[in-house]
């Protein structure tokens, strides 16, 4: 399995390399886009499909960065047949005269019955078209590498991770050992939290505390960025005082 877009730091893996020893060994490649393959509605996001040739399956989730209430996934796959002969099942209580001719979802996996999830997912895409789509997710790409100067432009905050989509990891350091820094951002992110204007979450990246600044929301404007960097750097300043 490949990810584009690791849940942590939205790290992308090398696909086509993954690929070309997928196809050597006859092994099947599924590819975890569940929340960055939005990203692929923009052409020049389309890098981080190289080597798509190789997948067998593929995964992304609409309800991550593409505007659907959850829960909604979207799922390709090259050879259905594959999955047909997995998750079939023919108990004469299902048999009908028709069975030929449709595709039967109950066969893609395990769950019999399921949800009508498409419907949501054709309301949003109908509401905005692809453009409209296009352009949030482009703004709110813009939006993280604005966030991302004024992080790298800080001499007191350090960027952790690269930030090729919208997530930004980065985190307070003023040169001390990580330890005393992992303390320190753990409380940062409290303070941060506990404005109630803005909420952050943290992750774990090399034994390091890493806060992370997701931008995906619709109504999210330069504004509401600029306002976190601000709450950002005065909770830290007001935690250095204590």
Not at 33 to 62: Q, T, Y
Not at 196 to 208: A, Q
Request: net charge positive.
């Amino acid at each position: 399995m490949a990810t584009i877009g690791t849940t942590s730091s939205t790290a992308v893996d090398p696909l086509a390399a993954i690929g070309r020893i997928c196809r050597l060994h006859d092994i099947w490649l599924h590819v975890d886009a569940a929340f960055a393959g939005s990203a692929c509605l923009l052409e020049e996001m389309r890098w981080i499909l190289e080597g798509a040739e190789h997948m067998d399956s593929f995964v992304m989730n609409p309800h991550k960065w593409l505007f659907t209430n959850f829960d909604c996934s979207a799922y390709f796959v090259k050879e259905p047949g594959l999955l047909v002969r997995t998750f079939e099942i023919h108990p004469e209580y299902l048999k009908t005269g028709v069975d030929a001719h449709v595709r039967n979802y109950r066969d893609w996996g395990i769950q019999l019955g399921r949800r009508f999830r498409a419907l949501k997912l054709w309301f949003v895409i109908r509401s905005y078209g692809v453009e409209g789509l296009q352009a949030l997710i482009r703004e709110h790409i813009r939006l993280a590498q604005l966030f991302r100067s004024w992080v790298e432009e800080h001499e007191m905050f350090e960027l952790m991770a690269p930030t090729p989509f919208s997530l930004v990891c980065f985190r307070f350091n003023d040169g001390k050992e990580d330890g005393a820094l992992n303390a320190f951002n753990k409380k940062l992110l409290d303070r941060v939290n506990g404005h109630g204007k803005v909420f952050l979450t943290h992750t774990i990246l090399r034994g390091r505390y890493v806060l992370r600044m997701a931008i995906g929301q619709r109504t999210t404007r330069e504004r509401h960025v600029r306002k976190a960097w601000e709450i950002i750097i005065q909770s830290a300043e007001e935690l250095l005082k204590t």
